[in-house]
């Protein structure tokens, strides 16, 4: 067995000096500001200015993660967004798991660690897999995993312990999380040149512009480029532009902000972090924007050959920036690798940022022969048809071996500490392919860029593969323009004037998608985020698949944090090559939000602990927190108590309680939730008839009806009590949880299928508060409160509703029941509803009034087989099959749910019945959805011929009892059935569901 | 999050809506004269039209109408219906 990796890593950066790596004036990092930070405990000094990756760098830490499957050491590979390596878990009071070390700006105290490394990532346990790669091929975990079949959460769990990225933080975020909305005429999404020159052009147009970028400072690729602009160094124009734009109070400007989903009509997400307010962690801005230009740049790409993985690897447009932009060197010793011309600027800025550039490796046959001279002026051999046959270095890159097919194929090592590839740049068309479209192939550039644009929107610049300096400017120029004037701002025609940029050449590219790999066994990665090689794209198409998402999906390539940003086009390119199509056939996959990370603190914005959902509130909810309520949220958001418990008392203890109290004495309720929905117009009766079973023509002033309401397809929607207030004033109550659904219910019958009824519905939940005092003793309650009407039984019936003062207040009182006791419902206006429970609890204290909380009310509604929507009343029984066929006017033509209703007693069979249950052993409650099974049928799908819908302990009955769909249920009156349940099988009796006053002589007393 | 223009409110983020369906799915004039297969071909099958369609939304965050607009489910763009289709 092989030892495992050993680091090389520079031991002098144990004394916290900033080292040699850096360079004495260069870039843009304030040297008078230096910041301290840890990386793997180790301590280090940056400056203000640097990112994580750039003072890394600077102090020569060359391996910052172990790669996902392999744990093979990796290096700072890119200078931005597209870093696939150096992912850190931020640690300390800002803790973040998978920060990209590029993207994060250096700060005091600063403290990381690499994720997917342990014990550290010098010497990392996990790298044996490495050596058995072999064994790890694409969709491993497909083929290796499946057996046996039950035991993938065990896989699940130790593959995640080895595989993880970052660790999710204990503490709660700091710092708040906050959304803005914003709309704008232009939003532009990037301020390197192109989306400066278009914010700008825009912007002189008067038009309101939204200018994004995700980098801490405006000018994109010009902050690390020797460019020159009107003959001076071009970030002398990003400044003068920046100065211009934000003087503009029609231009709105956002630094560290990314562009993260491109939605429907212009509507984008844009997550800004550490914006201008401390407080503020981050801001997640939504968008609507009239036009959208985007101005998103490219991304150069890898080369794929042997061990591109190295740490010194790096990009070499990244190695060049980090030069020009951060005084840093990303080594000492350097060689290019390359197929296309764009490299030799950046071998130029890496030879005169004091880098020893030894070679630039060439592809091609034909180098770019404008910068020839400039080469050999600084002694960069070029070597063309040549390619790089293998990287030497574990820890860090000390050699490659070039094969130049001129030399006859002889191998020639060069040393080196740093190899700056290049393989073409991708136009950035994530937010593009986001917002539908579809990116075409171009040869040119040999890769992919914005196809037909479905929403406002246009690609500008590098984006869409215009990589040249001057063309961006004047593309961008002219998106702006176009947005501007698309909205109405044409007065200004000109925009900026062009200014003059300095020559360079066209890209040449020669597209290469893998370059010959010396060994059957080399390695060659592609995504370096999922460790997928050139092999494992060969052996998923050996396997059959072709199409581009299922080779992504089977080798996760391109699925982890990298997108696809560097990996996918060399994906593509490859599978066309070894499919023998062209990539634009092969096409792109579809990119989706987000193109970056998003916390989850900034999703959720201050939606967050009691504001997730907020709670309502009923007139008593006060008193009930105060009295030992147990309260929780039980339909339409409403908080209420489930039970009042004494102190000492449990839960079963405070039920018991309250359910004798209402059979036996007198309780209190609060059902103030319930929903109500006030009816007027001349054609009420009409409406409902039409949208209840029963009929409602001769329904009298001053009394109630029960309603059973069905959807079309003959299920119950809701059920419950509707009053006849006054000649042309009806109320309709409703189940506290489906008030909404019912209103629309009604709502667009009204409006869409009888707009010819003269009916108008409102809302006024909220408006009354409802107290319902219960119990054989509630009349004596309602006479000690003062009411002021007769409520006795012969001048005050079941179902008649009164308007009156209860204690003073103007009320209406009802006798309706939810618990089968003489009942007393009392509406007032919400805002004497708290005055209202204290007269009446001060009433009803000799009679020991209980309050009851919804437990209770459940409990106590069971035991009177009173149907609840949802248990009983599922999507499955009919109002027959609920013993509720009373309340069907078989003389009515139609109403909603009636031809459903029809039908299933035209195809008849068996139905599921509600019966109730009376468990063998008194004290075994069945659950909520235990099964009733036939124990005498083998067939399998036939055995289960009913379930519990609720069981209870019943204080009153003293045993437990329960109600049951049960398949015919009632045909089946005294016998012994067999419950399912967790642990055992158990027998009940088949009853009779109403299991207290069968008559209803209580309600009516 | 599409944008929907309401004849009464103007454009509205589609959060304050519900949405109701295809206009072109109405409930039969007389259901009782309808085979139970018919009747089940009206509940069950509900029109998903691909491309542009009359769609009633309710906008229940606002002026509490329902209204009717055409929407093209493939590109997700609204535009107003025409009038002879409008409810309410």
Same mark, same amino acid.
């Given at each position: 067995?092989?030892?495992?990796?050993?680091?090389?890593?520079?031991?002098?950066?144990?004394?916290?000096?900033?080292?040699?790596?850096?360079?004495?004036?260069?870039?843009r990092v304030d040297r008078s500001h230096k910041l301290a930070f840890k990386f793997n405990d180790?301590?280090?000094?940056?400056?203000?200015?640097?990112?994580?990756?750039?003072?890394?760098?600077?102090?020569?830490?060359?391996?910052?993660?172990?790669?996902?499957?392999?744990?093979?050491?990796?290096?700072?590979?890119?200078?931005?967004?597209?870093?696939?390596?150096?992912?850190?878990?931020?640690?300390?009071?800002?803790?973040?798991?998978?920060?990209?070390?590029?993207?994060?700006?250096?700060?005091?105290?600063?403290?990381?660690?690499?994720?997917?490394?342990?014990?550290?990532?010098?010497?990392?346990?996990?790298?044996?897999?490495?050596?058995?790669?072999?064994?790890?091929?694409?969709?491993?975990?497909?083929?290796?995993?499946?057996?046996?079949?039950?035991?993938?959460?065990?896989?699940?769990?130790?593959?995640?312990?080895?595989?993880?990225?970052?660790?999710?933080?204990?503490?709660?975020?700091?710092?708040?999380?906050?959304?803005?909305?914003?709309?704008? &005429?232009?939003?532009?999404?990037?301020?390197?040149?192109?989306?400066?020159?278009?914010?700008?052009?825009?912007?002189?147009?008067?038009?309101?512009?939204?200018?994004?970028?995700?980098?801490?400072?405006?000018?994109?690729?010009?902050?690390?480029?020797?460019?020159?602009?009107?003959?001076?160094?071009?970030?002398?124009?990003?400044? &003068?532009?920046?100065?211009?734009?934000?003087?503009?109070?029609?231009?709105?400007?956002?630094?560290?902000?990314?562009?993260?989903?491109?939605?429907?009509?212009?509507?984008?997400?844009?997550?800004?972090?550490?914006? &201008?307010?401390?407080?503020?962690?981050?801001?997640?801005?939504?968008?609507?924007?009239?036009?959208?230009?985007?101005?998103?740049?490219?991304?150069? /790409?890898?080369?794929?050959?042997?061990?591109?993985?190295?740490?010194?690897?790096?990009?070499?447009?990244?190695?060049?920036?980090?030069?020009?932009?951060?005084?840093?060197?990303?080594?000492?010793?350097?060689?290019?690798?390359? +197929?296309? +011309?764009?490299?030799?600027?950046?071998?130029?800025?890496?030879?005169?940022?004091?880098?020893?550039?030894?070679?630039?490796?060439?592809?091609?046959?034909?180098?770019?022969?404008?910068? !020839?001279?400039?080469?050999?002026?600084?002694?960069?051999?070029?070597?063309?048809?040549? #390619?790089?046959?293998?990287?030497?270095?574990?820890? #860090?890159?000390?050699?490659?071996?070039?094969? *130049?097919?001129?030399?006859?194929?002889?191998?020639?090592?060069?040393? !080196?500490?740093?190899?700056?590839?290049s393989g073409g740049w991708n136009p950035n068309v994530q937010l593009h392919s986001q917002s539908?479209?579809?990116?075409?192939?171009?040869?040119?550039?040999?890769?992919? =860029?914005?196809?037909?644009?479905?929403?406002?929107?246009?690609?500008?610049?590098?984006?869409?593969?215009?990589?040249?300096?001057?063309?961006?400017?004047?593309?961008?120029?002219?998106?702006?323009?176009?947005?501007?004037?698309?909205?109405?701002?044409?007065? !200004?025609?000109?925009?900026?004037?062009?200014?003059?940029?300095?020559?360079?050449?066209?890209?040449?590219?020669?597209?290469?998608?893998?370059?010959?790999?010396?060994?059957?066994?080399?390695?060659?990665?592609?995504?370096?985020?999922?460790?997928?090689?050139?092999?494992?794209? %060969?052996?998923?198409?050996?396997?059959?698949? /072709?199409?581009?998402?299922?080779?992504?999906?089977?080798?996760?390539?391109?699925?982890?944090?990298?997108?696809?940003?560097?990996?996918?086009?060399?994906?593509?390119?490859?599978?066309?090559?070894?499919?023998?199509?062209?990539?634009?056939?092969?096409?792109?996959?579809?990119?989706?939000?987000?193109?970056?990370?998003?916390?989850?603190?900034?999703?959720?914005?201050?939606?967050?602990?009691?504001?997730?959902?907020?709670?309502?509130?009923?007139? =008593?909810?006060?008193?009930?927190?105060?009295?030992?309520?147990?309260?929780?949220?039980?339909?339409?958001?409403?908080?209420?108590?489930?039970?009042?418990?004494?102190?000492?008392?449990?839960?079963?203890?405070?039920?018991?309680?309250?359910?004798?109290?209402?059979?036996?004495?007198?309780?209190?309720?609060?059902?103030?939730?319930?929903?109500?929905?006030?009816?007027?117009?001349?054609?009420?009766?009409?409406?409902?008839? /039409?949208?209840?079973?029963?009929?409602?023509?001769?329904?009298?002033?001053?009394?109630?009806?029960?309603?059973?309401?069905?959807?079309?397809?003959?299920?119950?929607?809701?059920?419950?009590?509707?009053?006849?207030?006054?000649?042309?004033?009806?109320?309709?109550?409703?189940?506290?949880?489906?008030?909404?659904?019912?209103?629309?219910?009604?709502?667009?019958?009204?409006?869409?299928?009888?707009?010819?009824?003269?009916?108008?519905?409102?809302?006024?939940?909220?408006?009354?508060?409802?107290?319902?005092?219960?119990?054989?003793?509630?009349?004596?309650?309602?006479?000690?409160?003062?009411?002021?009407?007769?409520?006795?039984?012969?001048?005050?019936?079941?179902?008649?509703?009164?308007?009156?003062?209860?204690?003073?207040?103007?009320?209406?009182?009802?006798? =309706?029941?939810?618990?089968?006791?003489?009942?007393?419902?009392?509406?007032?206006?919400?805002?004497?509803? #708290?005055?209202?429970?204290?007269?009446?609890?001060?009433?009803?204290?000799?009679?020991?009034?209980?309050?009851?909380?919804?437990?209770?009310?459940?409990?106590?509604?069971?035991?009177?087989?009173?149907?609840?929507?949802?248990?009983?009343?599922?999507?499955?029984?009919?109002?027959?099959?609920?013993?509720?066929?009373?309340? =069907?006017?078989?003389?009515?033509?139609?109403?909603?749910?009636? %031809?459903?209703?029809?039908?299933?007693?035209?195809?008849?069979?068996?139905?599921?019945?509600?019966?109730?249950?009376?468990?063998?052993?008194?004290?075994?409650?069945?659950?909520?959805?235990?099964?009733?099974?036939?124990?005498?049928?083998?067939?399998?799908?036939?055995?289960?011929?009913?379930?519990?819908?609720?069981?209870?302990?019943?204080?009153?009955?003293?045993? *437990?009892?329960?109600?049951?769909?049960?398949?015919?249920?009632?045909?089946?009156?005294?016998?012994?059935?067999?419950?399912?349940?967790?642990?055992?099988?158990?027998?009940?009796?088949? !009853? +009779?569901?109403?299991?207290?006053?069968?008559?209803?002589?209580?309600?009516?007393? | 999050?599409?944008?929907?223009?309401?004849?009464?409110?103007?454009?509205?983020?589609?959060?304050?809506?519900?949405?109701?369906?295809?206009?072109?799915?109405?409930?039969?004039?007389?259901?009782?004269?309808?085979?139970?297969?018919?009747?089940?071909?009206?509940?069950?099958?509900?029109?998903?039209?691909?491309?542009?369609? $009359?769609?009633?939304?309710?906008?229940?965050?606002?002026? $509490?109408?329902?209204?009717?607009?055409?929407?093209?489910?493939?590109? $997700?763009?609204?535009?107003?219906?025409?009038?002879?289709?409008?409810?309410?």
């Amino acid at each position: 067995m092989q030892k495992v990796t050993r680091c090389v890593q520079p031991r002098r950066t144990k004394v916290m000096v900033e080292s040699t790596f850096r360079l004495d004036a260069a870039g843009r990092v304030d040297r008078s500001h230096k910041l301290a930070f840890k990386f793997n405990d180790r301590k280090y000094v940056g400056y203000a200015g640097d990112t994580l990756a750039s003072a890394l760098l600077a102090n020569g830490v060359s391996i910052v993660g172990r790669s996902f499957k392999y744990h093979r050491p990796r290096g700072i590979m890119s200078a931005g967004i597209e870093e696939t390596n150096a992912i850190v878990q931020l640690l300390g009071d800002a803790e973040e798991p998978n920060v990209t070390a590029t993207t994060l700006p250096l700060y005091e105290g600063l403290e990381a660690r690499s994720v997917n490394a342990w014990p550290s990532v010098n010497v990392d346990v996990g790298s044996i897999n490495n050596f058995f790669h072999r064994f790890i091929p694409a969709g491993f975990y497909y083929k290796t995993f499946m057996w046996p079949g039950n035991r993938w959460d065990w896989y699940g769990r130790a593959i995640r312990k080895v595989a993880g990225w970052g660790t999710a933080p204990r503490k709660p975020a700091g710092g708040r999380y906050e959304h803005r909305y914003h709309h704008c &005429d232009v939003l532009v999404v990037g301020a390197g040149p192109t989306g400066l020159a278009a914010a700008l052009s825009a912007g002189r147009s008067g038009a309101r512009v939204l200018l994004v970028d995700n980098q801490t400072e405006a000018g994109g690729g010009l902050l690390g480029s020797s460019a020159v602009i009107d003959g001076s160094p071009a970030i002398a124009w990003v400044a &003068d532009s920046v100065q211009e734009i934000d003087a503009m109070p029609n231009v709105v400007r956002l630094a560290e902000a990314s562009a993260t989903g491109y939605y429907d009509q212009n509507y984008l997400t844009i997550l800004e972090r550490r914006p &201008d307010k401390s407080w503020v962690k981050e801001r997640l801005w939504k968008v609507r924007a009239r036009q959208v230009v985007l101005a998103t740049g490219a991304i150069e /790409r890898p080369l794929t050959f042997a061990d591109n993985d190295r740490p010194g690897v790096m990009l070499a447009s990244a190695a060049s920036n980090y030069c020009l932009r951060f005084g840093v060197m990303p080594g000492r010793t350097a060689v290019v690798f390359t +197929n296309n +011309n764009g490299s030799y600027q950046h071998a130029l800025e890496l030879a005169d940022s004091g880098i020893e550039v030894k070679a630039i490796v060439d592809l091609r046959a034909q180098a770019d022969a404008g910068a !020839c001279a400039a080469l050999a002026a600084r002694n960069i051999e070029i070597l063309p048809r040549s #390619r790089i046959a293998r990287v030497k270095g574990a820890g #860090r890159v000390s050699a490659v071996d070039v094969i *130049s097919s001129n030399g006859g194929n002889k191998r020639r090592r060069i040393r !080196c500490d740093l190899l700056a590839v290049s393989g073409g740049w991708n136009p950035n068309v994530q937010l593009h392919s986001q917002s539908g479209g579809r990116p075409e192939y171009n040869a040119d550039i040999a890769s992919f =860029v914005p196809g037909t644009s479905p929403q406002d929107e246009m690609s500008a610049g590098a984006c869409r593969g215009q990589f040249r300096l001057s063309t961006c400017l004047e593309e961008g120029r002219d998106a702006g323009l176009r947005a501007a004037s698309a909205c109405g701002f044409d007065e !200004c025609d000109e925009g900026i004037a062009l200014p003059a940029c300095s020559p360079e050449p066209d890209l040449d590219i020669l597209a290469t998608w893998e370059v010959t790999l010396p060994k059957k066994s080399s390695r060659a990665f592609l995504d370096f985020n999922n460790d997928v090689t050139s092999k494992d794209i %060969r052996l998923a198409v050996r396997e059959g698949y /072709r199409s581009v998402e299922l080779v992504k999906r089977y080798t996760t390539a391109g699925m982890g944090i990298d997108q696809g940003k560097t990996g996918n086009v060399n994906i593509i390119g490859l599978l066309a090559e070894i499919t023998d199509t062209a990539p634009g056939s092969v096409g792109t996959t579809s990119f989706r939000p987000a193109y970056s990370p998003i916390s989850f603190g900034a999703m959720a914005g201050t939606d967050s602990t009691d504001l997730i959902m907020p709670w309502r509130r009923t007139p =008593v909810t006060d008193w009930f927190i105060a009295n030992g309520g147990h309260l929780d949220e039980t339909g339409a958001l409403f908080r209420r108590p489930l039970f009042i418990a004494k102190p000492g008392e449990t839960a079963g203890d405070a039920i018991n309680r309250e359910a004798l109290a209402v059979r036996n004495g007198v309780g209190i309720y609060d059902g103030t939730p319930l929903g109500k929905i006030s009816i007027k117009g001349p054609d009420t009766v009409t409406f409902l008839d /039409r949208v209840y079973t029963n009929s409602w023509g001769k329904l009298p002033v001053g009394r109630c009806k029960f309603g059973y309401m069905l959807h079309d397809d003959g299920r119950l929607l809701d059920d419950g009590v509707t009053f006849r207030l006054s000649e042309d004033h009806y109320l309709m109550s409703t189940g506290s949880g489906v008030a909404e659904v019912v209103l629309k219910h009604l709502e667009k019958l009204l409006h869409c299928e009888w707009p010819d009824l003269d009916v108008y519905l409102t809302p006024v939940t909220d408006q009354w508060a409802v107290l319902c005092v219960c119990g054989p003793k509630a009349r004596e309650v309602m006479l000690a409160a003062n009411t002021d009407i007769d409520v006795s039984r012969e001048a005050f019936k079941f179902l008649d509703t009164r308007f009156c003062r209860v204690a003073g207040i103007d009320a209406r009182v009802s006798r =309706v029941t939810y618990t089968g006791e003489l009942s007393f419902e009392i509406v007032v206006a919400s805002r004497h509803g #708290r005055r209202l429970w204290d007269a009446l609890l001060s009433a009803g204290e000799k009679y020991d009034i209980t309050p009851v909380g919804s437990d209770t009310s459940m409990l106590l509604r069971t035991e009177k087989a009173f149907i609840a929507a949802g248990l009983e009343g599922d999507g499955y029984a009919n109002i027959h099959d609920v013993g509720m066929g009373w309340v =069907v006017a078989d003389d009515k033509t139609d109403f909603i749910g009636k %031809r459903s209703t029809m039908r299933d007693l035209n195809i008849g069979g068996p139905r599921p019945e509600i019966v109730g249950l009376l468990p063998t052993e008194k004290d075994f409650v069945p659950s909520k959805g235990s099964p009733i099974i036939d124990t005498d049928t083998a067939d399998e799908a036939q055995r289960m011929i009913g379930m519990v819908t609720i069981g209870f302990h019943s204080p009153n009955l003293n045993r *437990s009892i329960a109600l049951a769909q049960l398949r015919d249920g009632r045909s089946r009156m005294g016998d012994t059935v067999t419950l399912f349940t967790k642990k055992r099988l158990a027998t009940a009796q088949v !009853c +009779n569901p109403v299991f207290i006053d069968p008559d209803g002589e209580r309600m009516r007393s | 999050m599409i944008q929907i223009d309401c004849p009464y409110c103007g454009k509205r983020n589609e959060d304050e809506f519900v949405y109701g369906g295809d206009t072109g799915h109405r409930r039969p004039e007389d259901p009782a004269g309808l085979s139970d297969a018919e009747w089940c071909e009206y509940i069950y099958s509900v029109p998903n039209t691909r491309g542009w369609a $009359n769609e009633t939304w309710w906008h229940v965050r606002g002026c $509490n109408r329902w209204i009717t607009i055409q929407r093209n489910a493939e590109s $997700n763009e609204v535009r107003p219906a025409s009038q002879n289709e409008s409810h309410g």
